[in-house]
């Protein structure tokens, strides 16, 4: 009797010992998550020009060059782990999107107003 609660005490502890073990190996994967999408943003915050983009939204490459995929820095994703760098990828190429969007559609809206501005000028010199 006294043999098997003490196997049983034993496999609870086994039990107990590697659910702790999965999650402390979740918890530094999310860590290393959570550190990637931080220097991707800022990453990507320092590598979009938002003057240009302005530009480019006002004209046609706006459209063309929003539809294109950032590539992230390859120097940033050096000796990183799989997750890591997919992390990293999806938040640098995310942020880049929005930010270039939202530079952009300033330029696109003047660009479609002084176009209308124009139209209605010549429509009313006829």
Known sequence: MK???????????????G???????????????????????QDA???????????YGSCLIGVIAADKTP??????????????????????EKKVQNLQRSAATPGRLTTVFSAGILAMILSSLD
Do not use: D
């Open 3 to 17: 043999i098997g609660s003490t196997f049983h005490i034993l496999v609870l502890f086994i039990a107990l010992l």
């Open 71 to 92: 590539q992230p820095p390859a120097a940033r994703l050096v000796g990183k782990s799989p997750e890591y760098v997919e992390a990293y990828t999806q938040a640098y």
């Open 45 to 55: 915050t320092a590598s979009v020009n938002q003057g240009n983009w302005w530009v």
């Open 19 to 41: 659910f702790s073990m999965s999650s402390v190996l979740f918890a530094q994967q999310n860590t290393e998550r959570v550190e990637a999408i931080i220097a991707a943003e």
